[in-house]
């Protein structure tokens, strides 16, 4: 059974940097997309960013890119997000996902039904 634990949030105030860590156990994983999502209340799931666990190859929405940035330790198993000049627009749970497919577009990376396993989720929250 495949577990992601995620970890790193926390409380920051805007412009500061913050770096999530998502840890695969279970399986190992030498292919597929691992992702990061965020929810904040009252709004719907939205797609962070997205990762390649054979070549690299990275996705992000418009909203993160040029701030955020996806990698992954492939002998760790682990995939981080690099998140700097938070906004308070970024507060939200952000979520850990595993997909056994890889991807090659944003038309599959960002829907959350791609996705076969997630995380518990990490709070994310930035002051004003």
């Known amino acids: 059974q495949v577990q992601l634990v995620e970890s790193g949030g926390g409380l920051v105030q805007a412009g500061a940097s913050l770096r999530l860590s998502c840890t695969a156990s279970g399986r190992t994983f030498s292919s597929g997309t691992m992702a990061w999502f965020r929810q904040a209340p009252g709004k719907e799931s939205e797609f962070v960013a997205a990762?390649?666990?054979?070549?690299?190859?990275?996705y992000y929405a418009d909203s993160v890119k040029g701030r955020f940035t996806i990698s992954r330790d492939n002998a760790k198993k682990t995939v981080s997000l690099q998140m700097n000049s938070l906004k308070p627009e970024d507060t939200a749970v952000y979520y850990c996902?595993?997909?056994?497919?890889?991807?090659?577009?944003?038309?599959?990376?960002?829907?959350?039904?791609?996705?076969?396993?997630w995380g518990q989720g990490t709070q994310v929250t930035v002051s004003s």
């Open positions: 990762i390649r666990w054979s070549d690299g190859g990275t």
């Open positions: 996902a595993a997909s056994d497919r890889a991807y090659y577009s944003g038309r599959y990376y960002k829907p959350a039904s791609n996705y076969d396993y």
